[in-house]
């Protein structure tokens, strides 16, 4: 089974699991991103702030995770996330591939900000998980 961890957006710009061949990357804007170019990992770049509320996280930003994740299920591949702290947003996705989709929890490693704890931006979990999202005649809503 994959793994996946998650880290802060320094961490993974100063190369810290670049080893992992996909990236998903969540930031509130580009200007946070730094262009790093490591042409042995796939990667993904979201944009959505750390908010509980329909500014954040879209569903077709969820989808695109999903895919993300599944895709990386199919081919065995293991998975690094990073947001901003490496905490809320990309702790979401972490648990949500951990506890739905099977990968394997990979604790991140210790960084100079110290070890990242996972805190999951619950609207994040509810958007990736489609189960949370239906009404009482189990259909998805609108």
Known sequence: MPKITHIPRKAFEQGLCSEYPVAIRIADDLFQLQAIT??????????????????????????????????AKYNDDDVVVHCEAGI???????????????????????????????????????????RTRLDSNQRPLA
């Open 38 to 71: 490591n042409s042995d990992q796939t990667t993904y770049t979201f944009i959505f702030l750390d908010v509980e509320d329909e500014s954040g996280i879209t569903e077709e930003d969820a989808r695109k995770i999903m895919d993300a994740l599944l895709n």
């Open 88 to 130: 809320s947003r990309s702790g979401a996705v972490a648990q949500f591939a951990i506890d739905c989709l099977g990968f394997d929890d990979c604790p991140a490693p210790a960084t100079d900000e110290g070890q990242p704890w996972r805190v999951p931006n619950k609207r994040v979990l509810e958007m990736l998980d489609w």
